[in-house]
């Protein structure tokens, strides 16, 4: 074509919305070669273009349309470090060089809808190795990998495998969350977009371990991209015999299917999900039975998040003790952490369990990109624990975070300044719940309209110490009377909130006093 150098410049979300489609536009213009990827991650450096020269990537970032001219220039002459927005060889900034990408290795470096990319990085190695793998093995693999699901609960996911694969049944299936619903998370997203063949990988293994085969993808419909992205990987997968009823070549057969939600946040509670699958209602079902046991269509049933599918080819690769000598404790493997809210650095950093909250919000994020004091962060979504400075020297793992009434959620943290009145916060909880409600069990249903009223009425002043005990009452009573997570949930930032910083709940004219001098937690 000619002797311009290939240029990458990623598709997803986040970056489209930056201008990542005027830059490729421009380049086209410019007579470039260009693929388009996913992202690395770094959200503040997108639109992010790169080169690769001798085997590395070089970036350049953010850049947008205007500096197309400039860069073909740098680009064309070799000399990349002239450019002001050169950022140097991808690999050896301290955000990637500090990372231990399993799950989001290939994200960012190649095309998403190229097979032939996804297998020269490794893809499918692990779906052939377990096409002629006994399916006890395979879960005996993951069991012993300790992958817990990445989704919130933290369940151990070979537990899940070992009862579909016993349980007896004419049909089973294998359901994929990934209805990402919660403020602050974007990695689901991310990996569909970027490197979509990995998670349907993920789930054909499941499917030849435990017997199932056929799979549906459960994808929330405010993520097209990653619908149009996914839809024809899943085609693609068809077509190259990695699906259907032949797969890898080994005999064995698994169907996938997506399936696209209609935007209730309650579907990315399990049984909710599943009612919608089945054309009913998303509201949620009683447990037992457990959908391992009588799951979509009353059958047994593997339902995972996007993360935990796309841990399982590596754990089948490299073997299940492998993976679990990473993290801490009872928390094994990576957890793909997304930075957002008054940060310098957001995006999505991938390491084993085990760093602080100082260590991934300070030293990694950078701090708060206001240059404000940073006075809380949320932890695991929008029914995640508000945590204060004192305790952001505690390790991420599964058992330290519940030690202090929090959890790892989905991996989502959302930062603070000085300024969040966490009276407000613990309203939009409330108020989220109401909202988001299925409405079928009282306490939430009703629970959540009554805390938005009791938290209105406290900030007002209005018989102040009475409503302070209805509040504690009324947590506890959605705690212990919800149905499912949604209403037991609610309450933990409410909780959080009022236990970590009281000031904000008390009187109005000491929370005015407050607000106008008293020094804030640095």
Known sequence: MNDAPTIFIPLDSVALALGAEEVAAAFLVADFDIVRTGSRGMHWLEPLVEIEVGGAR????????????????????????????????????????????????????????????????????????????????????????????????????????????????????????????????????????????????????????????????YLR????????????????????????????????????????????????????????LEGKRGEVRAKPPLPALEGLHGKPTLVHNVLTFCAVPDIVRAGGKAYASLGVGKSCGTMAFQLSGDVKFPGLFEAPFGLTLRDLVERIGGGARSGKGIRAIQIGGPLGAYLPPSQFDTIIDYEALLAIGAGVGHGGIVVFNEDVDLLEQARYAFEFCAEESCGKCTPCRIGAVRGVEVIDRIGRGEDHAENMQTLTDLCELMVDGSLCAMGGMTPIPVQSALNNFPEDFAFPSIRRTFAAGAEKTP
């Open 58 to 217: 070089i970036g350049f970032g953010p850049v947008d349309a205007g500096d197309t001219a400039s860069l073909r220039e740098v680009l064309l002459s070799g000399n990349f470090a002239a450019h002001p927005k050169y950022v140097g060889a991808i690999d050896e900034l301290d955000w990637m060089k500090n990372q231990q990408r399993l799950i989001f290795a290939r994200c960012g470096i190649v095309d998403p809808l190229s097979l032939d990319d996804y297998e020269e990085a490794g893809g499918l190695t692990a779906l052939k190795k377990a096409a002629n793998t006994p399916a006890g093995s395979l879960c005996e693999e993951v069991l012993a990998s300790g992958l817990r699901g990445r989704g919130g609960a933290g369940f151990p996911a070979g537990v899940k495998w070992k009862t579909v694969a016993e349980a007896q049944a004419d049909a089973k299936y294998i359901v994929c969350n990934a209805d990402e619903g919660d403020s602050g998370t974007f990695a689901d997203r991310m990996i569909m977009e970027g490197d979509p063949f990995l998670l349907i990988e993920g789930m054909a293994i499941a499917g030849l371990a435990v017997g199932a085969t056929r799979g549906f993808i």
């Open 221 to 276: 419909s405010e993520y097209p991209l990653a619908e149009r992205i996914l839809g024809e990987a899943v085609r693609i997968a068809y077509n190259e015999g990695v699906l259907g009823a032949d797969v890898c070549g080994s005999g064995k057969s698994f169907d996938l299917e997506l399936f696209i939600g209609a935007g209730a946040y309650i579907c990315g509670e399990e049984t909710s999900l599943l009612n919608s």
